[in-house]
Structures are given as structure tokens and as C-alpha cells.
């Protein structure tokens, strides 16, 4: 089994991983940023701003849990060494995620475990949760196809979105955070492409797959969908007041193609980003030959 880099290494190989991710874009990094990166004052001072990144950081935790629950667990349920090779990296990499995040959240001030707990307990929404429920059961079950769908596919393939956007709003207000995000973003881009790549293999040698791949997306998708909608929705005015307090500095940037970040609302945020995330997966299942019914 083979996905090339530009290079013509293997993405499977444990090789490859060192040369791109710890001797690569994470090389001279603590914690995901570069030592020498500033912090913003604003971040600590606004108690408001402060709440809301530590919002974000609460479903980045969740979310991760997850996929290094996932990654580790199909691990032994996947029927070919290059899977297991590749799915041993992936592990390290979401591992990393949960300690970064986590990290993030104790320089935000959540210093104890207790603190963090307590917070991510009472604030992450109740569909990720749930999507983290359903995803493990199919590990449990050793449903190596519909765990592979819902981990590298939805999972991967929504928080690779969904942490571009949130770089994208934290390159001013959070720096450090942004920096963070960064690395993350380009190891999701390498887990997403090993999930279509081996999905593909697994479908041709068994077609009758695509139909449990289908009735994963259709499936899963609503609570992924639904925690981005909660969490948008609670921090839409926070959002907007931000941007007009910080106008200056979010003036040059565009979000939706041809129109600036200033001049659209938090719901025309989420529904672009959606439209492309659902864009995304619609594409990557027609290369899989699997018709995208979520909706």
C-alpha cells in the first residue's frame, strides 16, 4: 500500500512522519508554538475573550480525546501492517493535540486538572459527546470502515475546517493560539488523506462496504454538524463585538470569497463553512464511488 508525497515517500511510513511532523513544521516548537511567541495582553485582561478561547480549547480537548481513543483502539482492528503503522502516528499526533490543548487551557489560567475538568464537563456541547460515544462503539466493534469514515473522514475532515476558521480569528486575538492551530491544521491534512486513501482500497476490494461508509456519513455528520452550530451560536455576539472593537485590525481579511470578515454575520460564517465542509466530504465519497446523502 503507497500514498507518495510530493517527494515519493510514503505517507504510511513511520520515516516519513519524522521527517515532516517532529523533525519538520514542529521542529524548535514547545507546546505547539515557537518559544519566542508573544502573547496577547487583551487575552488575559478581557475576561469575555478570555472565556471564549477557553471555549474553543474545551471542544478542541473533547474532540481529540476522541480521535486518540479512536486511533489507538483500530490499531489492532485494521486488517493491513501499513494501516497500523500509519494509525501508530496518528496516535502520537492526537495524544500531542490533547496535551497542547490542554497546555493552552493552563496557560489560560486553568491550572489544575480539577479546574479543566470541570470545565470541559460543563461546557463542551452534549452532541460531540455523543458523536465520541458512537465512534468508539464501532472501534469496539473492530468496524474498521465506519470507524475509519467517522475518525479520518467526518471527524478529521470537519476540524480541519473548522481549525483553519479558528486560526484565522485567533492570528490577532490569540497569536500563541493561532501558532498552536498551525501544526494541528497540517496533521489533520495527513490523517484526512490516509481516510480517503485507504477507504478507497477497502471499497474495492470489498464494494459491499459503501454502503456502510454511506450510512456512517449519513449517520454521524448531525452531531459533528450540530456542536459547530451550538458552539457558534454561543459565541455570536462575542464574535461580532469583537470584530467591531478590533475593526482595525480585521478590516483586510476575507472569509467568504469576495466579501470581507467585517461585513458578514456569525450565521453566514457558519453556513459558508458548512456548505464547504459538506463540499469536502461530497467530494472525497464521489472519488470513493459512495453517493453523499447527509444532507
Same mark, same amino acid.
Given at each position: 500500500m503507497s500514498l507518495k508525497t510530493d517527494s515519493g515517500e510514503s505517507i504510511y511510513e513511520i520515516d516519513t512522519w519524522l521527517k515532516s511532523c517532529p523533525q519538520g513544521y514542529l521542529r524548535d516548537t514547545a507546546y505547539g508554538h515557537k518559544p519566542a511567541a508573544k502573547e496577547n495582553p487583551f487575552l488575559f485582561e478581557d475576561a469575555t475573550t478570555r472565556e471564549q478561547a477557553l471555549m474553543g480549547l474545551a471542544h478542541f480537548v473533547a474532540g481529540e480525546r476522541a480521535? $486518540?481513543?479512536?486511533?489507538?483502539? $483500530?490499531?489492532?482492528?485494521?486488517?493491513?501492517?501499513?494501516? @497500523?503503522? =500509519?494509525?501508530?502516528?496518528?496516535?502520537?499526533?492526537?495524544?500531542?493535540?490533547?496535551?497542547? =490543548?490542554?497546555? /493552552?487551557?493552563?496557560?489560560?489560567?486553568? @491550572?489544575?486538572?480539577?479546574? /479543566?475538568?470541570s470545565f470541559i464537563e460543563g461546557n463542551v456541547n452534549k452532541n460531540l459527546i455523543k458523536f465520541a460515544e458512537v465512534l468508539l462503539e464501532k472501534v469496539d466493534k473492530k468496524d474498521f470502515v465506519s470507524a475509519i469514515t467517522g475518525q479520518n473522514i467526518i471527524?478529521?475532515?470537519?476540524? =480541519?475546517?473548522?481549525?483553519?476558521?479558528? /486560526?484565522?480569528?485567533?492570528? =490577532?486575538?490569540?497569536?500563541?493560539?493561532a501558532q498552536v492551530l498551525e501544526g494541528v491544521i497540517a496533521d489533520e491534512r495527513r490523517h484526512v488523506g490516509f481516510g480517503e486513501n485507504r477507504l478507497g482500497k477497502l471499497v474495492k476490494e470489498f464494494p459491499e462496504k459503501r454502503k456502510d461508509i454511506q450510512d456512517t456519513i449519513k449517520g454521524m455528520t448531525h452531531y459533528m454538524v450540530e456542536t459547530f452550530r451550538g458552539v457558534l451560536k454561543a459565541n455570536a455576539k462575542i464574535m461580532e463585538e469583537q470584530m467591531k472593537r478590533f475593526s482595525h485590525l480585521f478590516e483586510k481579511v476575507e472569509f467568504i470569497p469576495g466579501k470581507k470578515l467585517l461585513d458578514t454575520t456569525p450565521e453566514e460564517q457558519f453556513e459558508f463553512l458548512l456548505g464547504r465542509i459538506k463540499n469536502e466530504h461530497k467530494k472525497r465519497l464521489e472519488r470513493l464511488g459512495v453517493e453523499y446523502t447527509a444532507g
Open positions: 480521535a $486518540l481513543a479512536a486511533s489507538s483502539g $483500530l490499531i489492532n482492528a485494521m486488517p493491513d501492517e501499513a494501516s @497500523k503503522i =500509519f494509525l501508530s502516528t496518528q496516535t502520537l499526533d492526537e495524544g500531542r493535540h490533547v496535551e497542547i =490543548f490542554t497546555h /493552552r487551557m493552563m496557560d489560560l489560567g486553568l @491550572k489544575t486538572a480539577q479546574e /479543566r475538568e471527524l478529521e475532515g470537519m476540524a =480541519f475546517s473548522v481549525f483553519e476558521f479558528s /486560526r484565522m480569528q485567533a492570528q =490577532f486575538m490569540d497569536p500563541v493560539g
